[in-house]
């Protein structure tokens, strides 16, 4: 019987258990994948610790590569043989073989491998609408400087790339001073290891004082006030994810100086087939012109799902990481 990943109660990477499944015919809109590779994303441990709820026993992963085993009725995009990827709920991407709803699942283009695919459409669309979409008053022209936190990371080394191609400076965050120089070779204009300078204040000696138009936060609680204190006038803070936990209840009064505060996903962005292909189509013209690479630098068997939790939260991961099933 095919593998999956599931846990039965929330809690640590001890939580995560491979099972066996069974798996049927796809209804309609539906289409059944075989994977070759799955995606791991910061998100899967929220949803491990419940720290995002959702009902028990639960299927793990939101992102995946393979081939197209058979589609529902209806699903008029994709047909048997395809090679696809999707970024997309429900949860249940950490296993060999799924059925779920076709409106996320994309073809792949032939220059992008599976491993590839996996690793980069969670993360890339992610990318894509932080900074095509989440822009401040006025939007971003070349040469605006912004903030990202977490530069090394899956998304970050995407988003380092992706900026630099749009001419924007982005200042990287990271939690290394190895981390911070991978930041500046993957496009990063400069890098703050936040974990011995104080990013606020180095943000205001790199932009003369100014700050900087918009800062991308998935840290959450340990970065958002002074992540604020980082903006410009008028400028914008996207906080997109809480990997140092959620940030706690806000006083109106940090947001003096007109400042913006959004609270961005991904899955609002890829609610329709329409926006997704759109997006999608987006990365993989980035990626298929060479302007953003998609790093791969961990893979796992997905019987190591655990180790690969542990390497992630324990903030030992660069770019992107696979377990291959
Ligand atoms: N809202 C959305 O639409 C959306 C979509 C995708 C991802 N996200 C968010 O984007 C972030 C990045 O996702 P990813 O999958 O690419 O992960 P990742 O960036 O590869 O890994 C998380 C990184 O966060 C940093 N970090 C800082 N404080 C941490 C702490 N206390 N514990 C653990 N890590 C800490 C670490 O980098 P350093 O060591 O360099 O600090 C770590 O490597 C996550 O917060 C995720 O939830 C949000």
Redesign the pocket.
């Known amino acids: 019987m095919p593998k999956a990943v599931q846990i039965q109660q929330f809690g640590g990477p001890e939580v995560l258990q491979l099972v066996d499944v069974s798996i049927g015919d796809p209804g309609p809109g539906e289409v059944r994948i075989r994977h070759q590779a799955c995606g791991?994303?910061?998100?899967?441990?929220?949803h491990r610790t419940g720290l995002y709820p959702n009902a028990l026993p639960l299927m793990l992963g939101m992102e995946g590569a393979g081939i197209v085993e058979a589609v529902g009725e209806g699903v008029m995009h994709l047909q048997a043989g395809d090679r696809v990827a999707y970024?997309s709920a429900p949860p249940g991407a950490y296993c060999e073989v799924r059925v779920m709803p076709a409106r996320c699942v994309v073809k792949l283009p032939d220059g992008i491998d599976f491993e590839q695919g996996a690793a980069m459409m969670?993360?890339g669309?992610?990318v894509q609408?932080?900074l095509r979409k989440t822009q401040p008053q006025g939007g971003l022209r070349e040469g605006d400087f912004v903030l990202f936190?977490?530069?090394?990371?899956?998304?970050?080394?995407?988003a380092c790339q992706w900026a630099r191609a749009m001419g924007l400076q982005l200042i990287g965050?990271?939690?290394?001073d190895a981390?911070?120089q991978l930041a500046l070779e993957q496009g990063a204009s400069h890098a703050i290891n936040?974990?011995t300078e104080d990013f606020a204040a180095r943000v205001k000696e790199i932009t003369g004082g100014r700050g900087v138009k918009v800062v991308y936060d998935?840290?959450?609680?340990?970065?958002f006030e002074r992540s604020l204190e980082c903006l410009a006038p008028f400028g914008l803070l996207a906080s997109?994810?809480?990997?140092?936990?959620p940030v706690p209840p806000v006083n109106l009064g940090l947001l003096k100086g007109s400042l913006y505060v959004t609270?961005?996903?991904?899955?609002?962005?890829i609610a329709t087939r329409e926006s997704t292909q759109a997006m999608a189509d987006d990365l993989f013209e980035m990626v298929g012109s060479g302007k953003v690479k998609i790093r791969v630098d961990q893979r796992y068997a997905l019987a190591e799902v655990a180790l690969a939790h542990r390497d992630?939260?324990?903030?030992?991961?660069?770019?992107?990481?696979v377990l291959i099933p």
């Not at 791991?40 to 929220?46: K, R, S, T």
């Not at 936190?149 to 995407?158: F, P, Q």
């Not at 997109?240 to 936990?245: C, D, E, F, R």
Request: contains cysteine.
């Open positions: 791991l994303n910061y998100i899967d441990v929220y970024a969670l993360k669309l992610t609408y932080l936190h977490a530069a090394a990371g899956g998304v970050g080394l995407i965050t990271a939690g290394s981390k911070c936040y974990t998935s840290i959450g609680k340990d970065t997109y994810g809480n990997a140092s936990g609270r961005p996903s991904l899955f609002a962005h992630l939260e324990s903030r030992k991961t660069t770019g992107s990481s």
